[in-house]
């Protein structure tokens, strides 16, 4: 091992293996290793220019000996080697004579270390069963690489973010999790560690992380390089701030992203959805956002609405507006073969191509392949068709389905994007899908912005992405692994999360236990980043048309307004809608802080209180912005709850106007019009008026 101290950064060579070590930001390095002759440009998430910091880099001399060697043979057979370290502010790195990493606070202790287990030399311990931490072996007959990275597990770790998965864990340590993107999954490869410490997984390809009990371990199953971040900090705040820094902020919430908004499957026409509007305000309902959703369009790509159906957008929006509403429309980054706009996309080069087979990527309601949102001149093709036939027309929202891609099937090795091999960079395309509207409305002028969209990847906040959870089911446990889903996002550094109140999939509107999740996850829905009411109520309706021109056409399901599920529960949804209203002042402060310093809105209990150890295992109550402690009944037939409260400080219970003592465990009533809510001590908001 041969080190160089090369322009602030620490060069480490080993035979063909190059790695590079440099301060990205505070407190933080970035790790990048290639056997390529030149590293790859590619910055992938780190697209922030991090703030300049100076390393502190030593390179010394060592003298090793096999301890075989006794008396006067021990001083024939000294060795001299090179050992190196690199300090950035609290976080170092060392590489001891076999070329092993480790990393270290600003008080010594040991926050990360690879996981070798050979025998090269053995003045140390050793397992000699030849497992390197560092592997890139080349896959046969081209120039990428397979990459594993390993790290030694620690029986005290407890490991948050990394994005959104359908499970029950907030904690994954254990976890082995698919380094892909699904509908309903977003990975996000961050994580923040209970042992101070944030990494960042910095590469787009299909793959694994495992958290296990025994290593962990990242897996690319193609690349050009490992490439890693990696941060520490004081708490988990400190960690989050320091990462977001270098991979973007969210802009500024709009006003009118802080209120209720209203979707359903599907508002079939312009005159649908004005008439749910109306009876809105004619109630005098508070309302800020309504979603045409999919299947508005004539064909999949045309990118407009059918005018058959919404004859007139621009009377449409100009009365939307003059109740205080926006519009979102739903946009597929699906393109059917039929499409005006498909001869001349597929012309040039802007679809996703495909290695080998047929290049049809989805076959649901038409044969269609999806956009290349890795191809700059393919997003701006797609912006600017939006542009022309939705913002121009008064339409300032988007939802940008589909936007894993939903591939069907997932074979990743046929498709190729203009980034490269769908192996190698598919994670980043919902990223560079908000990207393409992202700029498109940037260059219009506009500074606040939020679009809906199906997926994320590491710095999709920076785009103004609002993530939602996905096609879930409607039921309790759905809810309950929403929750930690959530949460999951935030740590990843993705403030901006919502969820279809009800779930998706499924949910009787005359089912009087369906009324109850209902009920439940809509008061949960208030203490979300954005309250969002949607899901597809079956059964459908039948339609009048199958085909129109050609084109199959798709039903709706059933209503899905407040006023659906009956009159007495219609009161208990009222009072959660003006709830929300109410905190609204507060929320804009919550969305101050995701957009000045990156803090989630939503926020693991260990985030505020990372002092308290009970608060690191508790996933089922968290706090909504630093103040508000939220605890959702999210069983079926509860109507009370344990609740615990952080030490060091008292809790009001937001209802009753108790006050308790922090640091312990209180059991709450939680009829079904009541979410247990608690605000901290010196903090007061209007929430049960």
């Not at 099937?409 to 192996?423: E, F, K, M, T």
């Not at 059933?558 to 219609?570: A, I, M, R, T």
């Not at 929320?587 to 000045?596: D, L, T």
């Not at 615990?644 to 400080?649: K, R, T």
Request: aromatic residues 14%; contains cysteine.
């Amino acid at each position: 091992m041969h080190f160089i101290s090369e322009n602030n950064r620490l060069v480490c060579i080993n035979q063909t293996e190059r790695m590079w070590i440099e301060p990205w930001g505070e407190n933080s390095l970035r790790v990048r290793v290639t056997k390529e002759a030149n590293m790859d440009t590619n910055d992938w998430a780190l697209t922030e220019e991090p703030i300049a910091c100076k390393a502190e880099i030593h390179i010394d001399q060592v003298e090793i000996v096999e301890p075989w060697y006794k008396g006067e043979e021990r001083e024939k057979h000294i060795q001299q080697f090179e050992v190196a370290s690199i300090r950035n502010g609290k976080l170092t790195a060392k590489i001891n004579h076999e070329g092993w990493l480790s990393f270290y606070n600003e008080n010594g202790d040991v926050l990360l270390e690879e996981y070798w287990r050979n025998r090269y030399r053995i003045d140390r311990y050793c397992v000699p069963y030849c497992v390197d931490a560092r592997e890139l072996k080349a896959i046969p007959g081209g120039s990428d690489y397979h990459a594993v990275l390993r790290f030694e597990a620690y029986d005290d770790e407890k490991i948050f973010g990394m994005g959104q998965y359908q499970e029950g864990n907030l904690d994954k340590k254990g976890a082995v999790l698919d380094l892909c993107q699904r509908n309903t999954q977003a990975s996000v490869p961050f994580m923040v560690s209970s042992r101070g410490y944030g990494m960042l997984w910095n590469n787009p390809a299909i793959g694994t992380a495992t958290f296990g009990t025994n290593k962990t371990e990242w897996l690319a199953r193609s690349t050009k390089k490992i490439d890693y971040f990696i941060t520490t900090g004081d708490t988990p705040a400190q960690i989050v701030e320091q990462y977001t820094a270098v991979t973007g902020r969210v802009p500024m919430m709009p006003e009118y992203g802080m209120g209720f908004w209203q979707c359903k499957l599907r508002y079939r026409s312009q005159e649908e959805l004005l008439n749910v509007v109306r009876e809105h305000k004619r109630r005098g309902l508070p309302m800020d956002v309504i979603v045409a959703d999919f299947f508005h369009w004539t064909k999949q790509g045309d990118f407009k609405f059918d005018p058959k159906y919404w004859p007139d957008v621009e009377a449409m929006t100009k009365e939307l507006k003059s109740y205080g509403v926006e519009l979102m429309a739903s946009v597929w980054p699906t393109v059917d073969s039929r499409s005006e706009n498909f001869a001349k996309m597929n012309q040039e080069g802007l679809l996703v191509s495909c290695d080998r087979g047929v290049s049809i990527h989805m076959n649901w309601m038409g044969e269609t392949v999806f956009f290349d949102a890795t191809n700059p001149e393919a997003r701006k093709y797609v912006w600017e068709r939006c542009k022309e036939n939705y913002y121009d027309k008064g339409v300032n929202l988007f939802w940008l389905d589909e936007a894993e891609p939903e591939f069907g099937p997932y074979d990743y090795d046929i498709y190729r994007y203009h980034q490269g091999s769908a192996l190698q960079c598919s994670n980043i395309y919902p990223a560079m899908y908000a990207k393409g509207f992202y700029e498109g409305m940037v260059e219009e002028g506009k500074t606040e912005l939020v679009n809906l969209v199906r997926c994320a990847w590491a710095g999709s906040q920076k785009y103004g992405a609002l993530i939602w959870s996905g096609d879930v089911h409607s039921s309790f446990r759905a809810m309950r692994e929403q929750l930690q889903a959530g949460l999951n996002m935030a740590m990843a550094g993705i403030p901006w999360w919502t969820t279809d109140i009800g779930g998706f999939l499924g949910g009787d509107i005359t089912d009087e236990k369906f009324h109850e999740l209902l009920v439940r996850w809509f008061a949960w829905g208030v203490f979300c980043p954005v309250f969002r009411l949607h899901g597809e109520r079956p059964p459908f309706y039948e339609l009048e048309e199958e085909f129109v021109d050609g084109v199959r056409q798709f039903s709706s399901g059933q209503d899905n307004e407040v006023w659906s599920f009956g009159e007495e529960n219609y009161e208990i949804l009222k009072g959660f809608l003006f709830m929300r209203e109410r905190l609204r002042p507060y929320i804009r402060e919550c969305m101050k802080q995701a957009h000045e310093v990156g803090s989630p809105v939503m926020r693991p209990m260990f985030y505020e209180f990372s002092e308290d150890q009970t608060c690191w295992d508790l996933k089922d109550q968290y706090m909504f912005g630093p103040d508000i402690l939220v605890a959702p009944i999210m069983k079926e037939d509860v109507t009370e709850r344990s609740v615990y409260l952080p030490s060091g400080l008292n809790w009001t219970d937001a209802k009753t106007g108790k006050v308790y003592d922090g640091g312990q465990w209180v059991v709450v009533d939680a009829p079904i019009d009541t979410i247990p809510l608690f605000v901290r001590e010196g903090k007061e908001y209007p929430i049960y008026k």
